[in-house]
């Protein structure tokens, strides 16, 4: 089992940044796959940004792809992302996810999310 909580959500205004981090606990951190996914009221929760677990390989939507960067800290069992010029359009419950196998899933394991809202 692995357990994840996230941090750092809140509010920004339009073209400016935020960072989002994702706390695990468990089984070892480091032989998982990190994911960032969103769901906005009314949409479906989609893909955000992915890393290998050694933090190798990364993958982004093509919405969010120069403008957000996901990394982790295995030492520590700490993923980020890093927004950027962040849009309304980003507004969404970010949520962290953990998986056992390729860097894109699927994922097991995910977090209570934590909100994000981008004011215009």
């Known amino acids: 089992q692995v357990q994840l909580v996230e941090s750092g959500g809140g509010l920004v205004q339009a073209g400016g940044s935020l960072s989002v981090s994702c706390a695990a606990s468990g089984r070892t951190f480091s032989n998982y796959a990190m994911g960032w996914f969103r769901q906005a009221p009314g949409k479906e929760r989609e893909f955000v940004a992915a890393?290998?677990?050694?933090?190798?390989?990364?993958y982004y939507a093509d919405s969010v792809k120069g403008r957000f960067t996901i990394s982790r800290d295995n030492a520590k069992k700490t993923v980020h992302l890093q927004m950027n010029n962040l849009k309304p359009e980003d507004t969404a419950v970010y949520y962290c996810?953990?998986?056992?196998?390729?860097?894109?899933?699927?994922?097991?394991?995910w977090g209570q999310g934590t909100q994000v809202t981008v004011s215009s």
């Open positions: 890393i290998s677990w050694s933090g190798g390989s990364t």
């Open positions: 996810a953990a998986g056992g196998g390729t860097t894109l899933g699927p994922f097991d394991y």
